[in-house]
């Protein structure tokens, strides 16, 4: 890495990374195990290695920005790199797999590739003074090889994920943080924050699966789709009050996702298979933690408090409206940690 300085006000920071990964599942089938090959339309019996993966991959990611103090209270910075998304093993594995009796079934794909980016952000912030932040971006993701979840049908339907040739993920972001101590005596200690990210989303489809479409003599809608996992937009908003005196903290977070597609429209044997999306939903979590000596803090939280219904749906333009594909809560958790941190 380097960082150069061109004038008392803009500097450019720039480098690259070598990243090496290798990937390996071995399975170990029982007697009569079966399963889904990649593409398949049936169940297979499972014999031998056909299942294992073997991937390996050597990346060059460089990276740069250039980073403008245009005043005091304002920073333009912008960036450009390259980076990868590897694929996780619950999408390499090619087994049957369910989050909780009942849920939908994910089946992963060995055959799967790793996901290639180059990312484009520009990034403004503004802090006109102490406890008053306020920033806006643009980024700009365009993506080789995109990871894209679909649905297929056997005896029973399925998700599992793909690769698409190609897709694009730009998107606005919106921040701002207050501490509240300056306006009175009362409020010290008090901050609240909010941030906004509204994302658009496209892949385009295989070739393979056009002429699936156009097989099923189903009307098509153009060669992109949105991307999966990218829900339309986010919503956080969040307050913190440190106790100075005690060391101690209370936080608590609120965030909506938008409508999130889960997977992609398909065919199965010339019979058309709707999109899941997951539709808006809020989640609540508070924490508080409390410094107990120099280098250790112990930390109460409690995740989804309001535990929101999560509904997924099936949605396409040839649909009318929404139809439900499954309705689930994910309950409350709560969590209790102690961490220490030492310095050499």
Request: hydrophobic residues 40%; proline residues 5%; negative net charge.
């Amino acid at each position: 890495m380097m960082d150069l300085p061109l004038s008392e006000s803009v500097k450019l920071v720039g480098g690259a990374r070598f990243e090496s990964t290798d990937i390996a599942v071995r399975l170990s089938p029982e007697d009569q195990a079966t399963w889904v090959p990649p593409g398949g339309t049936a169940i297979a019996d499972l014999q031998g290695n056909e299942a294992d993966v073997g991937f390996s991959d050597d990346s060059v990611l460089p990276a740069a920005s250039l980073v403008w103090e245009a005043s005091p209270a304002i920073t333009v910075r912008g960036a450009w790199s390259r980076t990868i998304a590897r694929q996780t093993f619950k999408e390499l594995v090619a087994v049957f797999q369910q989050e909780f009796l009942g849920a939908p079934i994910f089946i992963g794909n060995p055959d799967l590739s790793i996901a290639r980016l180059k990312n484009y952000d520009l990034r403004v912030d503004y802090k006109p003074s102490d406890g008053t932040f306020l920033s806006a971006s643009y980024f700009f993701k365009d993506v080789e090889d995109p990871i894209e979840n679909i649905q297929r049908v056997v005896s029973f339907g399925f998700t599992t994920p793909v690769n698409y040739p190609e897709g694009q993920l730009s998107g606005f972001e919106l921040e701002a943080r207050q501490e509240l101590g300056g306006f009175a005596e009362l409020l010290e200690g008090f901050a609240v924050g909010a941030n906004a990210t509204f994302i658009d989303s496209e892949v385009t489809f295989p070739q393979a699966q056009l002429d699936e479409f156009a097989a099923a003599n189903l009307p098509f809608f153009g060669s992109t789709r949105d991307a999966t996992n990218a829900p339309e937009s986010l919503y956080n908003l969040y307050a913190t009050y440190d106790i100075a005196d005690t060391q101690t903290q209370f936080a608590l977070f609120y965030t909506v996702q938008g409508d999130t597609l889960v997977a992609g429209d398909s065919t199965s044997q010339f019979n058309y298979i709707p999109a899941i999306y997951q539709k808006s939903f809020g989640t609540l979590n508070a924490s508080i933690s409390q410094r107990l000596m120099k280098n250790v803090t112990l930390r109460l939280a409690a995740s989804n408090l309001t535990n929101p219904s999560i509904d997924q749906v099936y949605r396409s333009p040839l649909i009318e409206g929404d139809t439900t594909f499954t309705s689930f809560t994910r309950g409350v958790e709560y969590s209790l940690g102690i961490s220490a941190n030492f310095s050499f």
